[in-house]
């Protein structure tokens, strides 16, 4: 989901479980999109990365799919981890190397 | 391989102060990104460099932020005078020089303005 304001959505899921995040895109016209992960007291980490020519790619237990009709963008964890917690952020580039962030979704993994 | 370096991790000084923040990017890297990072308002982007030139400081958020980048492996984000309002975590990005590169990011300074 999508920041708005002070509030970060959150998703809370149980240790094994898959998780979905989901993002919503700005413009139709950008041509890559990037995942990072922001453990506390870090940096945004990148996980995985999509080019438009593309609707699905796979990682290490990540998987990110691309809908560009409704411009849309999801992130999969498999068998979620509780080292998975953090916040996630989705990113579109549409104009040269510069990156345009969402706002960010909490991902809280229960024992 | 060493990521992006950032110094300070931490700085509290007083209001008034002249506050430097400094960033090694990721060797090769010919694009660095200055950010900021607040609860109230994300993640923003405050200047770029390509090939250590200034492309877009639009996201600076006044003359008392100045970032300067002399060579490849360095540069600096200044603010002169520091006001509480600038407490926030800054983050510094570097990445190649062409389009679909990720950036990646050093862990950040975080500033408290007192």
């Known amino acids: 989901g999508e920041s708005v304001g002070l509030h970060l959505p959150t998703l809370s899921v149980q240790e094994g479980d898959n998780s979905i995040i989901n993002c919503a895109y700005s413009n139709s016209a950008s041509d890559y999109f990037i995942w990072y992960k922001q453990e506390s007291g870090k940096g945004p980490q990148f996980i995985i990365d999509i080019r438009s020519n593309m609707d699905k790619r796979q990682g290490q237990r990540v998987t990110v799919l691309l809908n560009k009709t409704v411009k849309h963008l999801s992130l999969q964890i498999a068998a979620t981890q509780p080292g998975d917690s953090a916040v996630y952020f989705c990113a579109e580039n549409n104009a040269g190397n510069m990156l345009t962030f969402g706002g960010g979704t909490r991902l809280m993994v229960k024992p | 391989d060493a990521g992006v370096i950032q110094s300070p991790r931490h700085e509290v000084t007083e209001m008034g102060q002249e506050v430097t923040l400094r960033c090694k990017p990721i060797?090769?890297?010919?694009?660095l990104f200055w950010y900021r990072q607040t609860m109230m308002r994300g993640l923003e982007l405050l200047i770029y460099f390509n090939n250590n030139v200034p492309i877009d400081d639009s996201g600076m958020p006044e003359d008392r932020f100045s970032a300067k980048m002399p060579n490849a492996s360095f540069s600096t984000l200044k603010i002169q005078p520091s006001e509480p309002r600038d407490s926030a975590v800054y983050f510094c990005?570097?990445?190649?020089?062409?389009?679909?590169?990720?950036?990646?990011f050093g862990d950040g300074t975080r500033l408290s303005i007192l």
């Open positions: 990005a570097s990445s190649l020089l062409r389009g679909g590169q990720p950036q990646h």
């Open positions: 060797s090769g890297h010919n694009s």
